[in-house]
């Protein structure tokens, strides 16, 4: 498998998911549509510097989805609100075991055993996570609403300032 120097987590990216390079050392293992790689970042540093490339960082982003959602534990993100892709993390982001999944990709998932689940993604590629089926389900219950939520805002802004521009015209 490749290893990245330089990682970014881009539209093509379905799962970030750790990778353990040493007993100290937890990487990150990138999805994307059509390739994987490895890079010495882990999947909070990797979401971190993903955010940091929309102008915020992973905690600003969080501290939104509490905000808006309500949602205080494993919160979804939007990474960039503009092309709207979100993303929901399996157990908390500080934990080394915390897997990354865009919702935007998600095609469906799958109960395999009691602790583990298979997500399908709409490009064809599966993954499997050590995750009940029943809290996998939920993060995407949550992430739907937060999307929804998040969405109507942003509308709304966009309303109110053609509006005020509309007033502003001779």
């Avoid at 379905?14 to 059509?34: Q, R």
Wanted: proline share 4%; with cysteine; net charge positive.
């Amino acid at each position: 498998m490749k290893f990245n120097d330089t990682p970014t987590v881009t539209g093509k990216t379905l799962a970030i998911l750790p990778y353990e390079m040493s007993d100290e050392n937890i990487g990150s293992h990138v999805l994307e549509k059509g390739r994987e790689y490895h890079t010495h970042l882990n999947p909070r540093q990797l979401m971190d510097q993903a955010c940091k490339e929309y102008g915020s960082d992973l905690r600003g982003r969080i501290n939104g989805t509490q905000h808006i959602a309500g949602v205080n534990r494993k919160a979804p993100i939007a990474i960039d609100t503009h092309s709207k892709v979100f993303y929901l993390p399996t157990s908390s982001p500080k934990s080394n075991e915390c897997v990354w999944i865009c919702y935007n990709h998600v095609l469906f998932i799958e109960k395999v055993k009691q602790k583990l689940t298979r997500v399908h993604f709409n490009s064809g590629e599966s993954i499997l996570i050590n995750i009940s089926y029943s809290s996998l389900n939920n993060q995407l219950q949550k992430t739907a609403q937060y999307r929804n939520l998040l969405e109507k805002r942003v509308s709304r802004l966009q309303k109110e300032i053609e509006l005020d521009l509309l007033e502003l015209q001779p």
